[in-house]
């Protein structure tokens, strides 16, 4: 009788700790016939789906604590909508509207679109205050010397809801969309994730968590993180094919398209012609580009330092490793492979170049 006593409140507690909410949504005409899926946002996997009829549809389910869900017709991105969903939250989601409006009595998608109602309120009123000034003639300074105070209450907004919802999704969320604006090293985000309840299963939180140890692993005085990538003319190439080897090497992380990148390129080809040789050389690693594009910027450029080129989705992603969020990233190398400094431009760099190999 006691095993059985004891079986049987271990299903009571799972049962009571998972309870229903119910999300119903309607659809214009068109959509009839489609299929409408559940998605869990952190994990991108499907829960649920069903066929929409007579312009609805609805999910009804049992969770366990709180989660970020998105409702999406046909996997669209244009017929989207995120749905913070919790124990009793019942939902509507209209896409009749754009874009897609998700209501549910005073909830936290209630609480969400109000406050998503105030930025978009008060950035229009920055963005009208900011083109008064520029047609009265003010200096670009004196225009973001007066608006600055405001887009710092645009962020409060977003702070106040993160500080107000700390122990639920909405908290979470507003976290995770706000996550690279105000949480810039690790530290940061680790008290995030300690203070605000959902915070670390948040996927844009764990990625940005990611990148921010992967950056500090890859400070000035480690060693390189080798990566694979492959040659202009398509032949397997490591960074370890340059790096460690003796020399100094100068690493840009760049784009095609990437302006910043272009403007540095003509301080690299500088310190090559300068410098290169035994002691030193320039290596470009081309990422997040067209192969196309890459090879005439090249020509375009006239870059005739050696090449990595990482093709879009490389299992081996060379901006992953270390922790690269834009570029252009220029990094020195000491000849034993470890890392000199990081974050190189202009004369900064040449500067830093010259005191170490001239």
């Known amino acids: ?3 059985l006593s004891t079986i049987a409140l271990a299903i009571f507690a799972m049962t009571a700790s998972a309870q229903s909410y119910t999300i119903t949504g309607k659809a214009d005409e068109s959509s009839n016939g489609k299929t409408a899926f559940l998605i869990d946002q952190n994990t991108a996997k499907v829960c649920d789906s069903c066929i929409i009829a007579s312009g609805t549809f609805k999910f009804e389910s049992n969770i366990s604590g709180e989660k970020v869900l998105e409702v999406n017709i046909d996997k669209s991105r244009r017929n989207k909508a995120v749905v913070l969903v919790a124990t009793g939250t019942n939902a ?4 009749t509207t754009r874009p897609a409006s998700v209501t549910d009595n005073g909830g936290y998608n209630d609480k969400y679109a109000a406050m998503m109602e105030a930025v978009t309120k008060a950035g229009e009123a920055v963005n009208a205050k900011a083109e008064q000034m520029m047609n009265e003639g003010k200096s670009r300074e004196e225009i973001a010397a007066a608006v600055t105070p405001d887009i710092e209450a645009v962020y409060d ?7 107000d919802n700390k122990d639920n999704i909405l908290g979470a969320y507003v976290a995770a969309i706000s996550a690279r604006q105000f949480y810039t090293n690790l530290k ?12 670390g299963e948040m996927a844009a939180i764990k990625s940005l968590r990611l990148n921010y140890a992967k950056a500090e692993a890859t400070q000035a005085g480690k060693m390189f993180v080798d990566f694979t990538g492959y040659t202009v003319d398509g032949k397997a190439s490591k960074l370890s094919d340059y790096v460690g080897k003796g020399k100094y090497v100068l690493v840009d992380f760049w784009a095609s398209w990437c302006g910043p990148c272009k403007g540095e390129i003509p301080n690299l080809i500088e310190l090559q012609n300068k410098f290169g040789g035994d002691k030193f ?3 470009g690693v081309n990422v997040w580009d067209d192969e196309a594009a890459f090879k005439a ?3 375009e450029e006239g870059i005739t330092y050696p ?3 990482i093709p879009q989705g490389n299992k081996d992603n ?8 834009g570029i252009p990233q220029i990094i020195l190398f000491a000849p034993d492979g470890t890392i000199v400094q990081r974050d190189l431009r202009g004369q900064g760099m040449k500067d830093l170049v010259e005191s170490k190999v001239k």
């Open 318 to 325: 060379a901006t992953e490793m270390y922790g690269i969020q």
């Open 307 to 309: 090449q990595i080129f």
């Open 1 to 3: 009788m006691k095993i």
């Open 188 to 199: 940061e985000v680790d008290e995030l994730i300690a203070t605000v309840k959902y915070a």
């Open 92 to 95: 509507t989601v209209d896409f």
């Open 157 to 163: 907004i977003y702070r106040n809801a993160i500080k």
């Open 297 to 299: 910027a090249l020509t």
């Open 281 to 283: 050389t320039v290596l």
